[in-house]
């Protein structure tokens, strides 16, 4: 088992920036890819950014490259999402998720979850 709670969400203007934090704790952190997902109110949730375990491998949504990063420190177990120059689109409710296995981009792939933390971005 893995736990999973993420921190870091809150209101911000456009263009601002944000830092989601994502501790994990259980299982040895650093064996599992780590993703990040979102999800809008009435929407489906959506691929935003994964990472490998060892971090060398990243993937990104179209809609967030060039504007988030995802990082990850296994000594803290814990992986990051900075997330600059935000957009009222990148409003949702924001999750991480880990998998033993690669980086992919499908949710269902991914066998633990956080509670997820709200990120609202004004106009």
């Known amino acids: 088992q893995v736990q999973l709670v993420e921190s870091g969400g809150g209101l911000v203007q456009a263009g601002g920036s944000l830092r989601l934090s994502c501790a994990a704790s259980?299982?040895?952190?650093?064996?599992?890819?780590m993703g990040w997902f979102r999800q809008a109110p009435g929407k489906e949730r959506e691929f935003v950014a994964a990472?490998?375990?060892?971090?060398?491998?990243?993937n990104y949504a179209d809609s967030v490259k060039g504007r988030f990063t995802i990082s990850r420190d296994n000594a803290r177990d814990t992986v990051y999402l900075q997330m600059n120059s935000l957009k009222p689109d990148d409003t949702a409710v924001y999750y991480c998720?880990?998998?033993?296995?690669?980086?992919?981009?499908?949710?269902?792939?991914?066998?633990?979850w956080g509670q997820g933390t709200q990120v609202t971005v004004s106009s």
């Open positions: 998720a880990a998998r033993y296995g690669p980086p992919v981009v499908v949710s269902r792939a991914y066998a633990y």
């Open positions: 259980g299982r040895t952190f650093s064996s599992y890819a």
């Open positions: 990472s490998s375990w060892g971090g060398g491998s990243t």
